[in-house]
Every structure is written in structure tokens, then in C-alpha cells.
């Protein structure tokens, strides 16, 4: 039995003074059991999670409902209600980069962060059995969006308990965000995927270099490879909604391992 999606056209966030479109998928049996409880899944650019046709390149997309109904009928992850959340088309740098850049603008993504934390997890939980818990509660993006994943991560470690960070721009700013690593004083080490394509190349996309050099600071700051760290460097791999759908599943089961009954 496959999940559903579901399409919001109608929630408008105060902060970013526009209505944002949400596609949320409800995995089998979660209108069986009324009662049942959820972990939740956030994504970043929600236009490339599920639907080739709203993609940023036509046809090419994650395919995250295909690989969790498989993953899902194999029992190899826990259920889960995932969010694909648009991002704001033109705002999109601006919105999920830390800091302002002289060249490149951005630094919005703290007020992002408050779309997300204070405006949008309050909305879900009215409509969806959504757990509150930041063990309970990931957040995913690749480019950018790995970069915004990151950053929202380290800053709301309370909120957010598991962290999808695939081909992330440690370039932005001069890599500052490697800064911001070093700087954490939050004791929690939020369980983290995190990915790299082996031929991304440089900036502006990423490169192994940048991304090994995040590894080893994640890893100094406490993060346990195999254990709340799984790397992956995807041997052939660009920088391309095809590269990082095929890195989905492995992600999901990283993330949400099925519980030993």
C-alpha cells in the first residue's frame, strides 16, 4: 500500500510575508490508526522532492515517495510524515544562506528558521499527529538547501534531532559555516547524513575538499562517525536532483532506521 500526498496551497507565513506551498506525505495505515503518533521530516526546496513536473529540471526530482513506500514495505525504516517545502523562487539564495555576502546578498536564514520553527511546525501539528520531540523531527536539503540544513541544525538543536546534509555549499562566505561548527557549545550531537558527489567539482557547487574539511570539524566537535555521523563520498556523482534521489534511500534509513521489535 503506497503513501499519499497531500498539496497546501494555503499557509501563509508572517515572517516571509507570502503563502508557501507545502506538499506533505503520509505514509500507509496513517488513516488506519488515529491514535499513532509520527517523526517528521522537513525538506528544502520542495519542488524537486516529489513531482518531476514542479522540478527544477523537468523530469529530474528525488523520488522520496517512491523510495519510502519500498523502503517502507521492506520494514527498513520507521514510518514518517515527510514536508516538502517550497522555497521562495528568486528569495531562494537569500533564504537559506547564514550570512550577507557583498556579491551574492543572503543572510535570511534565520527568519527562514522562524518559518519553520514558529510558524510552520505550530500549522502541521494542527492538521497532521505529528511528534513533537527534536528527536523526532529532521530536516533535509541538498546545495544550499544542505547548507540551510546544516546552519538551522546548529542553531536550533532543540527542534532539530536528525540532519540530511547532502552535497551541502561549504563554500558559502568563505566556508564560514565551518566556523560555526567549530563554535558549537550545545552538548546534543544531532544524528547527521552527510554526502558529497566525487565529481560536484568547485565552488560554486561544492567540492570533496570542502566537504572532508566538514567531515573532520563535525567530527572534532563531537560527531561520531558510524554512529551519529554517516559520510558518503558517491563515487561518480554530480551536482544533480538525479545524484542526490539516488542517495535518498540510504539517507532515509540513516535517518530512520526500523526499530528492532
Not at 65 to 81: F, G, H, Q, T
Not at 166 to 184: A, C, E, F, G, N
Request: aromatic share 10%; proline share 6%.
Amino acid at each position: 500500500m503506497p503513501g499519499q500526498l497531500l498539496v497546501h496551497d494555503d499557509f501563509y507565513s508572517e515572517a516571509l510575508g507570502c503563502q508557501r506551498t507545502l506538499v506533505v506525505y503520509l505514509p500507509p495505515g496513517y488513516g488506519r490508526d488515529t491514535r499513532r503518533q509520527y517523526p517528521v521530516l522537513f525538506f528544502h526546496d520542495g519542488q524537486n522532492v516529489f513531482d518531476g513536473r514542479t522540478s527544477y529540471v523537468p523530469g529530474q526530482y528525488w523520488r522520496v515517495k517512491e523510495s519510502a513506500d519500498d523502503l517502507l514495505a521492506n520494514r527498513l525504516i520507521e514510518p514518517v510524515i515527510m514536508v516538502a517545502v517550497y522555497h521562495g523562487g528568486e528569495k531562494r539564495i537569500h533564504e537559506y544562506t547564514p550570512t550577507k555576502t557583498r556579491k551574492l546578498g543572503g543572510g535570511g536564514a534565520n527568519l527562514h528558521a522562524w518559518m519553520l520553527v514558529q510558524e510552520l511546525r505550530p500549522w502541521l501539528r494542527e492538521r497532521y499527529r505529528i511528534l513533537p520531540q527534536a528527536r523526532h523531527t529532521a530536516l533535509c536539503g541538498s546545495s544550499l538547501g544542505g547548507l540551510a540544513t546544516l546552519y538551522l541544525g546548529l542553531t536550533h538543536p532543540q527542534v532539530f534531532g536528525r540532519l540530511g546534509v547532502m552535497s551541502p555549499s561549504v563554500w558559502w562566505d568563505h566556508r564560514i559555516i565551518l566556523k560555526m561548527v567549530q563554535t558549537v557549545q550545545h552538548p546534543e550531537r544531532q544524528r547527521m547524513w552527510l554526502d558529497i558527489g566525487t565529481e560536484e567539482g568547485n565552488a560554486p557547487f561544492g567540492s570533496i575538499r570542502d566537504v572532508r574539511l566538514l567531515k573532520a570539524t563535525l567530527v572534532s566537535k563531537g560527531w561520531r562517525e558510524g554512529r551519529s555521523l554517516a559520510y558518503f563520498e558517491a563515487e561518480g556523482a554530480d551536482h544533480s536532483e538525479r545524484a542526490w534521489a539516488d542517495r535518498v534511500p540510504s539517507m532515509l534509513q540513516f535517518l530512520f532506521p526500523r526499530k528492532a521489535k
